[in-house]
């Protein structure tokens, strides 16, 4: 294995674990010899890449890979990374994407890109607001809040009766849970007749504001492949973002998730 990629593995080990590392992990983690382990973290510091703590002995992100950090940091923000997300996400699906913030209990169109496939496109404009519970979009958003944070914000008010919104505070929060555990939400025909989204959601770690992503499409082109596919590449869509902007949720979200079995009515 090349060195660019032993320290690649370092690397992606001390964001995972979200600490610093010893020799010891390092082995332990990756199935390395120790001394192996012992030369690259020692040349990884040579160069700037890793500082090691004179009392611990242990690692961390060095001088190089903070500043490379701050840069990045300072020129792109959640809002502009999401962007380029929804760019790709519209692309591989054909389908029209959104980008929405919460406002008050309602989920706002912050963003929206218009797809190019199928016969019938989604269109729902900058400024659009909804129920918060009554979309994927929305329930992607509500998911990121505690049960008690939604509980204050929405209330026990549940007037959208369209398609498969949730019809009790017992059923939304049970959808919330499922959307949390699988990473994205669906909905089929709720606040537009014949229309269903598929969304996710992201918080930057700077300031809490809670964004989500998704795609729109007509109802009638769901399959159960189609949901899992997109549902997917919608949740990856938003881990990408999240685990560059520190959004411990995405930082901690297990690699291999399959969806939850309730993913029809997430």
Known sequence: MSTLANAMDVLKLMARLRRDIT????????????????????????????????????????GLIMEASYHFRASRNASSLLEDELDALVRETGYTGYINMLDGADSMVVQMRTGTGGALQVYTPVGTRAPAYASSMGRAILARLTDAEVNQLIGSRLEVRRG?????????????????????????????????????????????????????????????????RFGRRVRDAAMKVGKQIGDAYWLDFPADARPATASKRA
């Open 23 to 62: 020799v010891t992990d390092v082995a332990t983690e990756l199935g390395a010899p120790k001394s192996s382990v012992s030369r690259t973290l020692s040349m990884m510091a040579e160069y700037g890449f890793l500082d090691r703590d004179p009392v611990t002995r242990a690692y961390r992100p060095g």
């Open 164 to 228: 498969d919104t949730p019809r009790t505070r017992k059923d939304l929060l049970e959808r919330l849970a499922v959307t949390r555990a699988q990473g994205w939400a669906l909905s089929r025909g709720e606040f537009v007749t014949n229309v269903a989204g598929i969304s996710a959601a992201v918080v930057d770690a700077a300031d809490r504001q809670v964004y989500g992503i998704g795609i729109g499409l007509p109802a009638q082109d769901l399959t159960d492949d189609l949901i899992h």
